[in-house]
C-alpha cells in the first residue's frame, strides 16, 4: 500500500486531568511525514515527545486534533481496530524495551508474526536475530540479556513484520558507543533497503543529525521543524 504520507498530525493535542488541574502536555501539534522519510523529535525533558509517538504510532488517543496513520483515521477508531492497523504497518521499540519476561529472545520476535496468524515464524525470527548479532543469544530469556540485547530483539522484534512506518524512543539511550552505532546502523538499514519511515525520539544530537528532518518540542508545542543538510 502507498500512500503520500504516512503519518498527518492536525492540531494533535493530550490533556491529562492532574490532581488538581488538567495539563496540557501536547498543544496543537502538527506535521506530515512522507513514507520512508526519516526524522527525529528532540527537546527537554517532558516537552511531550514520548506523548506524541504514542499517538502517532496509535497507542493512546488525543484529547482533540486528528491523526492518519497509512491514511487511515485514528480518531474513533476502537482500541481493537489500532490494534490491528499497529500490527499490519507500525513498528515499536520502546525506552525500557518492553519484551515479554516469560519468553525467550526468539519467542519475543515471533509474537507479532502469530498475532498476525501466520505459522512456522521461528526461521524469519531467527535470522533477524542473526542480523541484529544475537545469534547465541535466541533462547535466553530478557533477563538473561545485557541492555543493548534486549533493545537489539526488541529491534528484530519490530523490524519482523516489515513495517512501513518505525517508530522508536531513545533508541540510543542507556547503551554504549558500540551499541549505539550498532542499533543505529540497523535503523538507517532498514530505513534504506526497505523504504522503512523513521521516527525517533532521541536526546542524541549525533543520531538526529543523521535523519532527513528534526521536530523540536518545547513545553508541548512543536517550535521547530528543520529539514537537515
Ligand atoms: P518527554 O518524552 O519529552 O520527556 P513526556 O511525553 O514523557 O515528555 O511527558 C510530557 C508531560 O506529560 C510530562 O510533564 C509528564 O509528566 C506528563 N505525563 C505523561 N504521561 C502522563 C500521564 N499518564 N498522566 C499525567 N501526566 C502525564
Redesign the pocket.
Known sequence: MTVKHVLEAHLLTKT?Q?ADRP?T?LDAVSFQVEQGNSLAII??????????LGLCAGLDVPTSGTLSLMGFKLNNMSEDDRAYLRNQYVGFVFQNFQLLATLTALENVMVPLELRGERNVASKAKELLERVGLKDRMHHYPTQLSGGEQQRVAMARAFITSPKILFADEPTGNLDEENASHITDLLFGMNREQQTTLVL?THNLELAKMTQRILR?KG?KLIEDTINE
Open positions: 491529562y492532574a495539563l502536555v527537546g527537554p525533558s517532558g516537552s511531550g515527545k514520548t506523548t506524541l525520539v518540542m508541548g
